[in-house]
T-cell receptor
Framework: QQQVKQSPQSLIVQKGGISIINCAYE??????FPWYQQFPGKGPALLIA?????SEKKEGRFTISFNKSAKQFSLHIMDSQPGDSATYFC???????????FGQGTELSVKP | GAVVSQHPSRVICKSGTSVKIECRSL??????MFWYRQFPKKSLMLMAT?????????EQGVEKDKFLINHASLTLSTLTVTSAHPEDSSFYIC???????????FGPGTRLTVT
């Protein structure tokens, strides 16, 4: 019940296209859903996050869509660029300052 | 966003020795810090929660005597890998939340290689 399932495992997108990564969870107590971007050999960087009382959040080219009833959320990267090539992790947590439950990760490759 | 640093970024040690990794919150105080381990092309595996002034909370399957955690101040947590073996070679990452927030920020990671 504590798991967060992420798909796809890897994704190849052409430059300018839309990258979509999906996550699903079971624990309805989760109240914060962040996405992290990680480049090889670096720590994860917080990209964007959403609370369950909001269905969508947009920051620049990055959008989170949240479906509370389906217990799913997704990251959309518009106008994908080669510099977006990285591994993306979704996560969820219950409390402020609490431990994060991570998805399995998606390796995104944006081809020029 | 908030800044978390780690030192060293890379370390190579001989089998049987111990190595200490530092995690610092640079612009906020953190009563709790988290230590993760990451294998190549894998997700982050939470090892333990470091609590300032008290004992760390270890995840199931993590040897507390092997991975010693000390959180001596509100800005510093250390992870000591004792009697390191080649199978301990990994990427170790720490994280922390600014007080009263959900946002968790990660350090740059430490690449440990045990020869």
């Amino acid at each position: 019940q504590q798991q967060v399932k992420q798909s796809p495992q890897s994704l190849i997108v052409q430059k300018g296209g839309i990258s979509i990564i999906n996550c699903a969870y079971e624990n309805t107590a989760f109240d914060y859903f962040p996405w992290y971007q990680q480049f090889p050999g670096k720590g994860p960087a917080l990209l964007i996050a959403i609370r369950p009382d909001v269905s969508e959040k947009k920051e620049g080219r990055f959008t989170i869509s949240f479906n509370k009833s389906a217990k799913q959320f997704s990251l959309h990267i518009m106008d994908s660029q080669p510099g977006d090539s990285a591994t993306y992790f979704c996560a969820a947590t219950v409390n402020q300052g609490g431990k994060l439950i991570f998805g399995q990760g998606t390796e995104l490759s944006v081809k020029p | 966003g908030a800044v978390v640093s780690q030192h060293p970024s890379r370390v190579i040690c001989k089998s049987g020795t111990s190595v200490k990794i530092e995690c610092r919150s640079l612009d906020f105080q953190a009563t709790t810090m988290f230590w993760y381990r990451q294998f190549p092309k894998k997700s982050l595996m939470l090892m333990a929660t470091s609590n300032e002034g008290s004992k760390a909370t270890y995840e199931q399957g993590v040897e507390k005597d092997k991975f010693l955690i000390n959180h001596a101040s509100l800005t510093l947590s250390t992870l000591t890998v004792t009697s390191a073996h080649p199978e301990d070679s990994s990427f170790y990452i720490c994280s922390a939340n600014p007080p009263g927030t959900h946002e968790q920020y990660f350090g740059p990671g430490t690449r440990l290689t045990v020869t």
